[in-house]
T-cell receptor, first 116, second 112 residues
Framework: DTGVSQDPRHKITKRGQNVTFRCDPI?????LYWYRQTLGQGPEFLTY????????KSRLLSDRFSAERPKGSFSTLEIQRTEQGDSAMYLC??????????????FGPGTRLTVT | GENVEQHPSTLSVQEGDSAVIKCTYS??????FPWYKQELGKRPQLIID?????GEKKDQRIAVTLNKTAKHFSLHITETQPEDSAVYFC???????????FGTGTRLQVFP
């Protein structure tokens, strides 16, 4: 499968614990995006990277959230001191973005987080 | 801020009928509008998109139209089939940002 992959697919954690998710984009896609989706809603933008540079962060991304893409390939999203309101599907997408041209975003299967 | 509104929230049609889903956007600088299909428990799947320099795009039974003046775009599915049943999301990508702003989704049910 050469699509976007995410790990784990499901995560159940207790409130206050830290969690980390991983996203592997499509090979050679230099843009990587994180979105969050709650039940019955569309995905909401969290942050995105071009190569290893984090270019934009949403106001939704509180200081408990941090994302990295250290070598410009896979990315990690960490949530510290999880709260029940963090329960959601965390989606990753990648895009082959040459400078100045718009391209499609392809989504991974998501990581479903449940905070108990 | 940027906003994308989508309607209807649910749509039921008989197999073979057409389905139309409409979206409006607020950012006049938006220039790329994809549509995603999401089946239960699965990832959003890009099914068609349109850029601001064209007014219509077709791909077999699916078409998208764009009216930049009115800031709205629509998805048209003809000859619907039960496997078209899913939640459909529209989105817009602004000229001043590279993030997708999604609509709230339309649950389409196609009855055999």
């Amino acid at each position: 499968d050469t699509g976007v992959s995410q790990d784990p697919r499901h995560k159940i954690t207790k409130r206050g614990q830290n969690v980390t998710f991983r996203c592997d984009p499509i090979s050679e896609h230099n843009r990587l995006y994180w979105y969050r989706q709650t039940l019955g809603q569309g995905p909401e933008f969290l942050t995105y990277f071009q190569n290893e540079a984090q270019l934009e962060k949403s106001r939704l991304l509180s200081d408990r959230f941090s994302a990295e893409r250290p070598k410009g390939s896979f990315s990690t999203l960490e949530i510290q001191r999880t709260e029940q309101g963090d329960s959601a599907m965390y989606l990753c997408a990648s895009s082959p973005f040459p400078r100045g041209v718009l391209f499609e975003q392809y989504f991974g299967p998501g990581t479903r987080l449940t905070v108990t | 801020g940027e906003n994308v509104e989508q309607h209807p929230s649910t749509l039921s049609v008989q197999e073979g009928d057409s389905a139309v889903i409409k979206c409006t956007y607020s950012d006049s600088a938006s220039n790329y509008f994809p549509w995603y299909k999401q089946e239960l428990g699965k990832r959003p799947q890009l099914i068609i998109d349109i850029r601001s320099n064209v007014g219509e795009k077709k791909d077999q039974r699916i078409a998208v139209t764009l009216n930049k003046t009115a800031k709205h775009f629509s998805l048209h599915i003809t000859e619907t089939q039960p496997e078209d049943s899913a939640v459909y999301f529209c989105a817009g990508l602004g000229g001043n940002t590279d993030k997708l702003i999604f609509g709230t989704g339309t649950r389409l049910q196609v009855f055999p």
